[in-house]
């Protein structure tokens, strides 16, 4: 079939090392599962694990219920790889460890972290069916995992039923969303044709032609139908019109017995525990094995793990649960709440057998539970359902505080603080509001609401919160604390120290140690906007360097602590920083989270500043090209840095694919000014002059990325031997700058000065060695970019002596570093002003020795034979030679050799 070769092909891909996502839709029985049994089959052959998790109709309830069932099937290398994340290990069957009662949000975002990492252990293909009937954190899993899955030999295929995905269905956005994802393969299962269906029932071992062409006429191209309608005619039932009417009649030859089991299964969901199954039944053991013997060789159940049962399709088990009459129905879900209750089942589950039951009183306590469970297990669209659905059953209990352990209002603030680790700041806020104003609600209420973009609103929440609190308590501490960040960077900014200051001081006073965090994080934002940025450092390193148990407080903790290390160009120290945070958000699980991708791309960005481009390289791999959201293009962007720098292939791929994100300003900014840079290391200073007026015309005047983009505008006019617009560019730069600025921004004002020179045709040595002092300090690359400039002007001012000097700093760091657009420039520079090996001492003996067989016309595998040294060694020292003898091939080396004497 062609859908079965599309789905091969994702599978192909995933073993060759490019992760791919199958969504595999069609209507009930049209041979879903089918096709994707045979994809499971030939993965195992391919050497890759299978994992298969089957959502459920009260799914819904049940966070993670399909991750849960894959996951029991972990065998070696992958159930040692899912036994080093106990976040994943919480969702397994007996996982009593639930973790610590954190924010919801943070907890999913490790859970998401963690199945990336786990499914990166080996080749998996992970099933997910029945996807219609999914929680929306599963959803949201689906999202994730399609979005970040790169180079992972990972296949995942999710199957829905279309029939199913009525207009407001909540995965009709999330499959529109998906579709449109390049890594996404939708595959939809159309009906059989007359031909292929008489070719399935052949091969199912149907009956004469006759018989199959009645089946096919009844069909209507199902193959689920066309199977239950062919088992009918061989065993002599009526081939019944419907396919509901047609399971319902085959499960009517069962004993009275058995039917009633298969009620009670119908009732537990679409697989079943024997044993509870047995006792929902009310039968006798012997009885009861009987009866099931019956159903399992009708094919109506069939055995699934060690001690259950599972509906051999969907569809038979939603046939016999809507036969069952209401009261019949009633009386079965509250059997099952007392036998799951008696087990200690999932609070989920009790929640919904009990509510179907009408035991609204057990419900309000269940649900109350299933909420605390979902929050503890990084699912807050469950938590919030569960919650939601307690307070809608509040009023209608007695005693309702007591049952769920809490007040109504406790309960409403749970609820929207699951709404807002949802992302749904709105719906918090609407919630807050139905609660009396308090110093803990309307502190509550100015954190959403700022959190929602509405500060004006936000200021005055948080204003009423502190004139709500009690004096030297907690709330107030909270309460000025979050005021305090509500009016930074505004209008009202004078206000914030004071207001931070009270705040640290109420919350040491009474131990609010979230209060004191927050506090110290804003005092410390406060010294770095007045320019004082030791105290800043000084203040993020106090809140960095204990763990407060609060994982997203100390991953922005450390970041902003590394990052101030780095910008005072202490890169020694804030690389240690920035790798204890790595660490952190690594074996957390949270290397995706905000400050997790931030912490990431600051460990790259001080390698690639500090020369260390091998480890720059390995972690901008992590930073995928294909993107799809503007969080995803941001980290690609990251990677251009090196990439540019270095010429690779790679760059025009990443370009590709951010252009779609050039609307967001800091894609804009990172990735056009990168593309700047590469079109003038292509020659093409018009398309970089383009680049460039476009991020600056987007762009905020007071933004200190002016300065950046500034001087390479500016570089671009020079080459174009234009001098428009270059003194509002310098004039730009120079209004970005600002007090404490960092030694990089300082370092680029100092290279748009220098380039506002060369626009006006001055080859200004002073300033280009100043751009060389300024970036010396910590960066490798752009001091040698520097270098490259100064050396040309020393020559344009008669400095050759100095200029050589100059050139040959710059030729080895770009060597080194493997920057080959700077190395061709110098090479050409080197030829102009003829630096060549004839000038004494500018190669090494080694250098000669490989020039000799170099001229001999041996390759590097050859010469490393001769002088016993790695062919890698060879490639260095033949990259060497051409830089420092200006030349770029080796013919041409050869050629300067002999004319030079040098061989």
């Given amino acids: ?116 990492g786990f499914l990166a252990a080996q080749p998996v293909l992970l099933v997910l069916e029945d996807l219609h009937w999914a929680d929306q954190s599963t959803r949201d899993l689906l999202v994730f995992l399609s979005r970040m899955l790169q180079t992972e030999r990972v296949c995942l295929v999710g199957t829905y039923r279309t029939d199913d995905l009525h207009r407001r269905h909540p995965l009709r956005r999330v499959l529109a969303e998906l579709k449109r994802l390049p890594l996404v393969t939708a595959v939809e299962l159309s009906p059989l044709d007359r031909g292929e269906m008489a070719d399935y029932l052949t091969s199912l071992g149907g009956g004469d032609a006759q018989m199959i062409g009645e089946v096919v006429d009844r069909a209507e191209g199902n193959p689920f139908y066309a199977e239950e309608l062919l088992e ?18 085959r499960a009517e030859l069962l004993s009275d017995a058995a039917q009633r089991v298969l009620r009670g299964a119908a009732v537990a969901g679409r697989r079943v525990d024997h044993d509870l199954l047995r006792e929902a039944s009310g039968l006798e053991e012997l009885a009861f094995e009987e009866a099931m013997r019956e159903i399992v060789s009708r094919g109506l159940l069939r055995p699934s793990g060690e001690y259950g049962y599972a509906f051999r399709h969907a569809l038979l088990q939603e046939a016999v649960y809507t036969d069952l009459l209401p009261g019949e129905r009633t009386r079965m879900h509250s059997a099952f709440a007392r036998l799951l209750t008696a087990r200690s089942g999932a609070a989920a589950e009790l929640a919904y057998h009990y509510l179907a039951g009408h035991d609204l009183a057990e419900a309000l306590s269940a649900s109350v539970e299933a909420g605390r469970r979902a929050e503890r297990l990084g699912a807050p669209a469950e938590a919030h359902r569960h919650f939601e659905q307690a307070l809608g059953l509040w009023d209608r209990v007695p005693d309702a505080e007591a049952l769920a352990g809490m007040d109504r209002v406790r309960l409403v603030l749970r609820t929207a603080a699951a709404a807002a680790d949802m992302g749904d700041n709105h719906r918090a806020t609407a919630q807050v509001r139905e609660v009396p104003p308090t110093a803990e609600s309307l502190e509550r209420l100015a954190y959403y609401l700022y959190d929602s973009d509405d500060v004006p609103k936000a200021i005055v929440a948080a204003e009423a919160a502190v004139a709500a609190a009690s004096p030297g308590t907690a709330a107030l501490a909270k309460a000025l604390a979050t005021l305090s960040r509500t009016l930074s960077w505004g209008p009202r900014h004078a206000e914030v120290r004071p207001l931070a200051d009270r705040a640290l001081e109420v919350a040491r006073a009474t131990g609010a140690s979230d209060a ?44 902003h602590h590394a990052r101030t290390q780095f910008e005072r160009g202490s890169m020694a120290t804030a690389a240690v920083t920035a790798d ?86 800091l894609v804009a900014y990172m990735s056009r000014g990168m593309a700047a840079e590469h079109a003038l290391w292509r020659q093409d200073p018009g398309a970089a002059l383009e680049h460039t007026t476009a991020v600056l015309g987007a762009m905020d005047p007071a933004d200190a990325g002016n300065i950046r983009i500034g001087a390479v505008a500016l570089w671009a006019l020079a080459d174009l031997g234009r001098t428009d617009g270059a003194d509002e560019l310098l004039a730009r730069a120079r209004r970005a700058a600002r007090p404490g600025m960092g030694f990089e921004g300082r370092a680029w004002l100092a290279r748009a000065e220098a380039e506002w020179h060369r626009v006006h045709g001055r080859a200004d040595v002073e300033a280009w060695r100043a751009v060389v002092e300024a970036f010396d300090v910590g960066f490798v690359y752009e001091a040698a970019r520097a270098r490259w400039r100064l050396a040309e002007a020393l020559l344009a001012s008669g400095g050759r002596a100095e200029a050589l000097k100059e050139w040959e700093r710059a030729v080895a760091d770009a060597t080194s570093l493997g920057a080959k657009p700077l190395g061709e420039a110098l090479a050409e520079l080197g030829r102009r002003a003829r630096f060549t090996s004839a000038q004494p ?63």
């Fill in 1 to 116: 079939m062609a859908e079965l070769d599309r789905l091969v092909a994702v599978l192909d891909s995933a073993a060759g090392g490019l992760a791919g996502v199958a969504l595999v839709g069609g209507d009930a029985g049209i041979g879903k599962t089918r096709m994707v049994t045979e994809l499971s089959e030939r993965a195992e052959a391919a050497g890759f694990a299978v994992l298969v998790g089957q959502c459920a109709e009260l799914g819904d309830a049940l966070p993670y219920l399909p991750l849960a069932d894959a996951l029991r099937d972990a065998r070696g290398e992958l159930r040692a790889a899912l036994d080093a994340r106990p976040v994943l290990g919480r969702l397994l069957p007996g996982g009593t460890d639930l973790g610590p009662e954190t924010a919801s949000a943070l907890t999913q975002q490790q859970l998401f972290g963690s199945m990336l």
């Fill in 232 to 249: 009918a005619a061989i065993e002599g039932s009526s081939m019944t019109d419907g396919l509901t009417s047609l399971l319902l009649s």
């Fill in 516 to 559: 004191e965090k927050g506090a110290t994080i804003v005092l410390a934002s406060c010294a770095e906007f007045e320019g004082d940025r030791a105290l800043a450092e000084e203040l993020f390193g106090s809140v960095a360097v204990q763990g407060s148990g609060d994982l997203a407080m100390d991953l922005r903790a450390i970041f």
């Fill in 580 to 665: 204890r945070g790595v660490r952190l958000a690594m074996e957390s699980g949270l290397s995706w989270s905000t400050y997790g991708t931030d912490l990431r791309f600051l460990q790259f960005l001080i390698h690639y500043m500090a020369g260390e481009w091998t480890q720059a390289r390995e972690t901008a791999a992590g930073f995928g090209v294909r993107v799809g959201k503007i969080p995803e293009a941001i980290l690609s962007s990251f990677a251009l840095f090196i990439e540019v720098a270095m010429g690779t292939p790679a760059v025009e791929e990443r370009l590709t694919w951010l252009r779609p994100f050039w609307s967001d300003a």
């Fill in 841 to 903: 001492g500018v190669l090494t003996g080694r250098e000669q020795e490989v020039l000799a067989l170099v001229a001999e016309g041996l390759p590097n595998r050859e010469i490393g034979e001769r002088l016993f040294i790695a062919q890698k060694t060879v490639s260095v020292h033949v990259s060497n030679i051409l830089g420092k003898l200006g030349v770029s091939s080796r013919t041409q080396a050869a050629a300067l050799a002999r004319k030079e004497g040098l061989i």
